[in-house]
Nanobody, 121 residues
């Protein structure tokens, strides 16, 4: 069974920081593209960051560049999202995901259950 379990969400003031974690079991992380998505109230799910296993590069959505950092611990099978300088517009449910084909917006093989991040102004 493949499981993705996020943690680390919460309530933070604007300008603050949070670190999300996603523990993944059941798949070899080094063979998958790994990503973070988020869904704000009333909006579609959007990509935040994605690690491409074929070249080891991480891409970021424009609004989070320079503020969010994605990292992976292949020993602990855990994906992290360090979020700094948080803004109210970062408020959303954050999901981690894994996909065998690529950093696809329209499909991911596996999803976590999500963790709520709320940024107060």
């Amino acid at each position: 069974e493949v499981l993705l379990v996020e943690s680390g969400g919460g309530l933070v003031q604007a300008g603050g920081s949070l670190r999300l974690s996603c523990k993944i079991t059941g798949i070899p992380l080094e063979r998958y593209y790994l990503a973070w998505f988020r869904q704000a109230p009333g909006k579609a799910r959007d990509g935040v960051s994605c690690f491409a296993n074929h070249d080891g590069l991480t891409s970021y959505e424009d609004s989070v560049k320079g503020r969010f950092t994605m990292s992976i611990d292949f020993v602990k099978n855990t994906v992290y999202l360090q979020m700094d300088s948080l803004r109210p517009e970062d408020t959303a449910i954050y999901y981690c995901s894994a996909d065998s084909m690529g950093c696809r917006l329209d499909h991911q093989d596996y999803w976590g259950q999500g963790t709520q991040v709320t940024v107060s102004s």
